[in-house]
């Protein structure tokens, strides 16, 4: 029989609200960790996304502060989580609210892009657990809005995501402002770009637990590389758009992501984009609408790849094919997560193919190049079963006759709306005053305009990106003293299509 929550120590009322989620069994991650980390141990967490790791730390956080109530006072939070994107910090927040809230504490989320008001408020009444990118959590803690000489558990997620984007010196200094001997949990696929340095420093003779390396992940995946002529191509991506589980389509300019995005919803598949160009509430709304089903295809640039985690999806596009094998990891395994199935093609012209071949090769994978045309029966097998044609309406539209019941999907994916009426998500984005404007390269200056946006100005030490080193797989474990002390189901509201092909879970992971 497999092992319980209880059984490895959770506290009831927490397995309560794990089973209420469905969530009953411990993923490997969490079995593995739980102990020592509801303990209060540190723990080095080599996982991936889809791994379990969000619960991994949320559950023992949780757990520890709640085991020893305090009272909350303004400024000093107790608990601090740091994720390297506004996405993720927010779905960490999906995973942790809950949990919090049955333990009576309070949590907030704090990121750049949006007005610090909000965030200055949240901390002035009180907030147990923070979860914030650091950029702005730096801001804060400047200007003495936040104060970390009382926290008990620090969280660093994606750390080696934080390294890539150039956040790992924020990062430490915010971690040197923390009292030594805390818990520290510490989650990264790999450890080099400093990372190994953040580990010797911070965690204490941490539990290390690997899970499926990045290749492994990919591995559970099937891949396809179709080649097809420039001049079929943009009908290869609306019939690969058409079915009717989630799909992300990846491109290498936000320019491109909104123009693709508008076509496709025009062609009657309803789609939302998400890249750097839009407002936190445009990203928000778009991915919500992508969340629950409403428009069943997002168009991405990388920037998708670092922070957003749906489960569900099922084919991954790469309309473009990235610039390196490690961007075509990230992006594909925004499929295949918590171990379903997942579909990766690699849209091909005839001259990428070199381009493509060696990077697959650098990814370790071998995929046979397939020749296709628009008729192919692998590319029918790939779509699967087709989705009902949602007819566009374009925004003005909308505006002039509000009463009129929009189809499945339009209310997100009318981003049409150029000039115009109001345009609910994606173009909105584009347009309103809260805009900002950045280069259209969204793969390269999502890494290299993060920091900048994040730290406000705090980013004078922000470091070039160096190319990775190896992995480093255990860390010296330096002794710091000892120590002191859901699932969100979010059902697709798509009432048109017909659900997933496959029977996996539509949830938006808290991850
Ligand atoms: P994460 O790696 O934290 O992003 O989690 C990936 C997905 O797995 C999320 O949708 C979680 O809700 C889900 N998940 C995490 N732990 C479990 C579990 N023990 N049983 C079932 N689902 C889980």
Redesign the pocket.
Known sequence: MSVTFSALGVPGNLAKV?SE???????PI?EATLPSTLAGGDVLGR??????????FSLPLVARLAQRPQRRKARFPRALIMAPTRELATQIAK?VDPLAKASGLRTTVIYGGVAQSRQEKAMNEGVDIVIACPGRLDDLIKQKIVDLSQLEISVLDEADHMADMGFLPVVRRIMDRMPTGIQHMLFSATLDNGVDKVVKRYLSNPTIHSVDAPQAAVNTMEHHVFVIGNDDKKELIRILAQGTARRIMFMRTKHHAKKMALALSKAGVPAVDLHGNLSQNARDRNLAAFASGEAKVLVATDVAARGV?V?GVELVVHVDPPAEHKAYTHRSGRTA??GSDGTVVTICTPDQQGDVASLLKQAGLKVPFEKVNLNSPVVAKVVGEVAEHVAYVAPAQQTRNPAKKKPAGESSNARGGRGGGRNVRGGEGQSRGGERRRSDRDGASSQSERPAREARGGNADRPARSARGANTERPSNASRGSRAG??NASAPTGGRSRGPRRASSP?????
């Open positions: 794990l989620s469905g969530i009953e069994t411990p993923f969490q996982g991936q996304t889809g791994s379990g790791k969000t619960l991994a995973t985690h489960d997560r918590a859901g699932r949830t938006t992971s808290g991850r």
